[in-house]
């Protein structure tokens, strides 16, 4: 199966052709689920002693598995954090597969670690953080959250007094799933701010107040939301930056989702204080356009971060050998062996210039902006509360959690569209509503309608 005989150069061209297609279709397919049952009848098993061969293999997933997928740069695919990986950035995930470059050191990725670098230089100096900041491309905001929260902890655990203490983190009801779950991997408790806007520095000065003297002792990190993945909404990272200051907290922005936005012009104040971070979260595979997976772990320090994460054994002390010293991405973050997924953005930076990512990412802002226009013009319909970013709540007048829900799957059955419900709460408890979080630029105000339409009385 190492052999390259004509099969292997067939089926390359195979391959090549569907990722033109692919690369090149604006309006792919809305695919749903199957059961895996169903999956199962129709596919057969596929791994055998002989092998299927790569033909059937591919057509059975390009007619069969590929439709029960969802394609996340569908222009009607509001759901969840959508994506749109630039068509460059999806060219150069097939470059950097092609390339088998490991990502863990120099001594072996020097030259796609450097291209990961300058992408990364851009993203630092977007957060406007200070001269020594640097940071790393992990699988997602999970992970990056995950290497923040360790190096955070094992900078507190310095202190002889820390080191057997079960840590605490501040973080606010807005703050992403993986922050809780998170919290649990490294074991520390988490109390949270019940602010359902933006958390302010008084909601986290009047939290800390409120703690006992031995969760006082305990605490040693905050985490804000720079841009909620429920609402968009930007905690006040200016006023928690001083409050983090002044206790002597580490301070972590998980800016997964909102980051792209730092280099919008138009909400760039809003993220003011970011640059006070002692870490800062940014998934460039949300609102940055790269493929999956892509995240990225900024520290203010990245000493505390190699302090923390690197790993040592002696099959891996030739690395520390001259010529070989440079940045080993692998020292920063939670993982060792890694792919260098920060090289699709790297390589559509370089294409397309920072301008154009400025434009696309400020069309995403003002299509939220337009549907917020076009929600007020239609009776049966009312805004939660004004877009943040690029998230729109509002509500259908009259109808139950239920009729979201069959709204929904209606939608995605027709193949129109996915966009999902959350909950926000109102002083009568927690509401049911319609989310729309815009990333693509290929969306338009005919995508809008069309979703829109179906929610007519
Ligand atoms: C604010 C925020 N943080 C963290 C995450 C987790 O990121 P990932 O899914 O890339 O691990 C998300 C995902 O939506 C998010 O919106």
């Not at 020594?132 to 923040?148: D, E, H």
């Not at 690197?310 to 690395?319: A, R, T, V």
């Not at 995605?412 to 049911?432: C, F, I, N, Q």
Request: glycine fraction near 8%; aromatic fraction near 8%; proline fraction near 4%.
């Amino acid at each position: 199966m190492h052999n390259i005989d004509i099969g292997v150069v067939e089926m390359t061209l195979d391959v090549m052709k569907y990722a033109i297609n692919r690369i090149t279709n604006i309006s792919p397919t809305l695919g749903k689920p199957k059961k895996e049952e169903e999956l199962y009848k129709l596919v057969g098993e596929t791994i055998t002693s002989k092998g299927i061969g790569g033909e059937r293999a591919f057509e059975l997933f390009k007619d069969i598995l590929l439709p029960a997928t969802v394609p996340i740069d569908h222009p009607r695919h509001l759901a969840f954090v959508p994506a749109a990986p630039t068509r460059a950035a999806v060219m150069f995930d097939l470059v950097t597969s092609a390339s088998s470059i490991h990502g863990a050191y120099w001594m072996e990725g020097a030259g796609g670690i450097f291209c990961e670098n300058q992408a990364m230089k851009w993203l630092v100096s977007l957060a406007g953080m200070p001269a020594g900041a640097f940071g790393v491309f992990t699988s997602g905001g999970t992970a990056a959250n995950l290497s923040a929260m360790v190096t955070a902890r094992e900078h507190w655990r310095k202190d002889a007094a820390n080191r057997n203490k079960k840590g605490l983190i501040i973080a606010s009801i807005g703050a992403h799933s993986s922050i809780k779950a998170m919290a649990q991997v490294i074991d520390a408790e988490l109390i949270l701010v019940d602010s359902q806007e933006e958390m302010t520095g008084e909601d986290l000065e009047s939290k800390i107040n409120s703690l006992d003297t031995s969760q006082r002792e305990r605490l040693f990190a905050v985490v804000a939301t720079g841009g909620t993945t429920n609402a968009g909404i930007i905690d006040d990272l200016e006023g928690i930056a001083q409050v983090c200051e002044d206790h002597g907290l580490w301070y972590h922005v998980d800016a997964a989702y909102g980051g792209g936005a730092l280099v919008a012009d138009s909400v760039r104040h809003h993220f003011n204080g970011i640059e006070k971070a002692d870490s800062i979260t940014i998934d460039p595979h949300k609102w940055l356009f790269s493929p999956y997976d892509c995240g990225a772990i900024l520290y203010k320090d990245p000493e505390l971060a190699k302090e923390a994460h690197s790993q040592e054994g002696s099959y891996l002390d030739i690395i520390s050998d001259e010529g070989a010293q440079g940045f080993n991405p692998a020292d920063y973050q939670i993982q060792l062996t890694r792919r260098l997924r920060g090289l699709p953005l790297w390589f559509s930076l370089a294409t397309n210039g920072i301008d154009k990512y400025k434009w696309a990412v400020e069309k995403g802002i003002s299509l939220a902006k337009l549907s917020a226009e076009l929600i007020e013009k239609r009776p049966e319909l009312e805004l939660v509360r004004p877009p943040s970013l690029s998230c729109v709540l509002f509500r259908r007048k009259g109808w139950s959690p239920e009729s979201y829900t069959n709204w929904t799957y209606n939608n995605h059955k027709e193949g129109l569209a996915l966009v999902t419900p959350t909950k926000w709460r109102t002083s009568e408890g927690y509401e049911t509503v319609i989310r729309f979080c815009f990333i693509n630029p290929d969306t338009g105000q005919e995508d809008i309608e069309m979703i829109l339409d179906t929610l007519k009385e």
